[in-house]
């Protein structure tokens, strides 16, 4: 069974840092890994997709990495602003989308 | 832009009632799929439909939860009955074809379920 950690939990940083979050999961094999967002009380926004056989994806100021061998994706958010407050979260795809539990940030101003 | 489609947004039920929970995904789209979240806690999934068939059901709490996806588009969720500690967000998701290095999975809004 497909096991997803999300590392760390939760996080706080001052406005304009960089944020890393990182997401390991047990099974590398994978068709794709989906990083989301979920801002309290809605529903999951896709964020990027990463392909099996991609190393990473972009989009803005996110940047995803995927290194499928050793079973782990990092979250790159640039500049981070008070707007990026939500949790995100991470999906594996291996015919069945199988989430971690998130991590919640919280961008201060 | 095209979206998945959850009602209601909001259902506060009785214990041991039953109610219904509908989804209409993203036109053409093939996989549609029920998660349950948990407050702080990820996702889980509960069914996975391709097209009007259940590729997995192995987390779907069966003596009272039941799902269907007659025409292959629209689905519905029922539970019955509910019991307190089903209070939770009910998510739908759908995505073109499942097994492809490039779907991806959309999601709706949800809906957020109080059992009282």
């Known amino acids: 069974k497909q096991e997803v950690t999300q590392i760390p939990a939760a996080l706080s940083v001052p406005e304009g840092e960089n944020l890393v979050l990182n997401c390991s999961f047990t099974d590398s094999a994978i068709y794709n890994l989906q990083w989301f967002r979920q801002d309290p009380g809605k529903g999951l926004t896709s964020l990027l997709l990463i392909q099996s056989s991609q190393r990473e994806q972009t989009s803005g100021r996110l940047n995803a990495s995927l290194d499928k061998s050793s079973g782990r994706s990092t979250l790159y958010i640039a500049a981070s602003q008070p707007g990026d407050s939500a949790t995100y979260l991470c999906?594996?795809?291996?015919?069945?989308?199988?989430f971690g539990a998130g991590t919640t940030v919280t961008v201060r101003a | 832009e095209a979206e998945v489609a959850q009602s209601p947004r909001y259902k506060i039920t009785e214990k041991s009632q039953a109610v219904a929970f509908w989804c209409d995904p993203i036109?053409?789209?093939?996989?549609l799929y029920w998660y349950r979240q948990i407050l702080g806690q990820g996702p889980e999934l509960l069914v996975q439909?391709?097209?009007?068939?259940?590729?997995?059901d192995s987390q779907l709490p069966k003596d009272r939860f039941s799902a269907e996806r007659l025409k292959g588009v629209d689905s519905t969720l029922k539970i019955q009955p509910a019991e307190l500690g089903d209070s939770a967000m009910y998510l739908c998701?759908?995505?073109?074809?499942?097994?492809?290095?490039?779907?991806?999975?959309?999601f709706g809004q949800g809906t957020r379920l109080t059992v009282v």
């Open positions: 999906a594996v795809d291996d015919y069945k989308l199988s």
């Open positions: 439909f391709q097209d009007e068939s259940v590729v997995d």
């Open positions: 036109s053409g789209h093939a996989t």
């Open positions: 998701a759908s995505s073109l074809i499942q097994g492809n290095s490039w779907t991806e999975a959309f």
